[in-house]
């Protein structure tokens, strides 16, 4: 289930730094002790026209399902989202 969320994520993350900013966009992923971590950030960033998207608001949803973390919107000129999904232990 992580998995298939933290791919959903990341697939928004991408649209949200194309629509919200130019330049390359850098995606880390890494697991740290029991969560997945994810940072997905872009270079400079540019004003978004406001709009009806439910981007950011789809990404909580699932953060929130998995009892992870999210934050989301411009940071340092562009467009950054970091997430952290804690993964579940095997049995």
Do not use: C
């Amino acid at each position: 289930m992580v998995s298939r969320e933290a791919y959903r994520i990341v697939q928004e993350a991408l649209t949200n730094a194309i629509k919200h900013g130019h330049g390359p966009v850098l995606l880390e992923a890494a697991v740290h002790g029991r969560d997945l971590r994810l940072e997905i950030t872009n270079g400079t960033g540019r004003t978004a026209a406001p709009g009806g998207g439910r981007g950011v608001t789809g990404m909580r949803e699932r953060v929130r399902l998995l009892r992870g973390e999210l934050e989301a919107g411009p940071a340092e000129g562009g467009w950054r989202v970091s997430v952290r999904l804690p993964l579940r232990s095997t049995p």
